[in-house]
């Protein structure tokens, strides 16, 4: 994880957050998000 | 993983006992005795050392006990927590709070932090989820959305160093212990973030404040922070 980047970006209603070689994503409405996971890119 | 659902706090860390790293989150009622308004907090510990703390109490004054004093110190206020500010303006007394979770899968553990209609400035949704993946680091999704056009502000303490990270982000480091913090660079929407290290003023002893503002009034914000203990880092 030493030197790891993060960036974040918004798909529609899927906020996904790269971290290294992983990506995390959230699926975001009207009632706030729920974090569906995490896998590898 | 422990989580405390009667008093919303929940505890993650990869092993115990003698965890090499640990993250406390803090939800709760603002309504218990002794509260402090600091719903969606966040704790880090590195080995045996808080490397982003709660700064705890002072001896208490005499007007500790007024709860129209109270609640102006330091260490009290939402400010003077590692959690979120909206419009300048932290939590009110006697809200109450609600900690979901844990969710479990595939590589992670999470919580949700939720402070709906918490805040001094009408804020619908405040709600902070911690995600901990494959035991090793932390990432928070801040979700804040107000009534009207309001700036937000992360904030992280630290009695240790706070230095710019090459990589983006800071290194909070205090003796052999420390951890990264990293806003997720933009990419979103949001008109993005500043970040700042100050000397936090209003405690007893010295101790530095990070704060991550937005650059501009919104009314709705998705913002990421990763933390990576330093054992993690190796």
Same mark, same amino acid.
């Given at each position: 994880m030493k030197g790891v980047a993060v960036a974040q970006r918004v798909d529609g209603n899927l906020v996904r957050v790269d971290v290294g070689r992983d990506q995390l994503t959230w699926q975001c409405g009207a009632d706030g998000c729920e974090f569906l996971g995490v896998r590898g890119r | 993983m422990k989580a405390f659902a009667s008093i919303g706090w929940a505890m993650l860390t990869p092993s115990q006992p003698d965890p090499p790293f640990f993250l406390a989150f803090k939800n709760g009622s +603002? =309504? $218990? $005795? &002794?509260? &402090? +308004? #600091? +719903?969606?907090h966040v704790s880090v510990a590195v080995g045996d050392t808080m490397v982003v703390p709660d700064l705890g109490s002072r /001896? @208490? /004054? =005499? #007007? @500790?006990?007024d709860a129209k004093k109270r609640y102006l110190y330091y260490e009290i206020s939402t400010a003077g927590h590692n959690t979120v500010l909206v419009g300048g303006k932290g939590q009110v007394p006697g809200k109450p709070g609600k900690l979901k979770g844990p969710f479990e899968g595939e590589r992670f553990t999470a919580f949700v932090g939720v402070a709906d209609e918490a805040y001094e400035v009408k804020t619908p949704h405040a709600r902070r989820h911690v995600v901990f993946v494959d035991r090793s680091y932390f990432v928070l999704l801040d979700e804040i959305e107000t009534a009207e056009p309001a700036p937000v502000e992360l904030r992280f303490h630290s009695y240790g160093a706070i230095a710019p990270r090459i990589q983006g982000g800071w290194t909070i480091s205090e003796g052999k212990a420390g951890c990264d913090l990293i806003p997720a660079s933009a990419g979103s929407n949001q008109g993005g973030w500043a970040g700042a290290v100050e000397a936090a003023s209003g405690w007893t002893k010295p101790v530095n404040v990070l704060r991550l503002r937005s650059l501009v009034d919104g009314r709705r914000f998705l913002t990421a922070t990763t933390i990576v203990p330093s054992t993690a880092a190796q």
């Open positions: - | +603002l =309504a $218990a $005795a &002794h509260t &402090h +308004l #600091d +719903l969606n /001896p @208490y /004054p =005499a #007007d @500790y006990f």
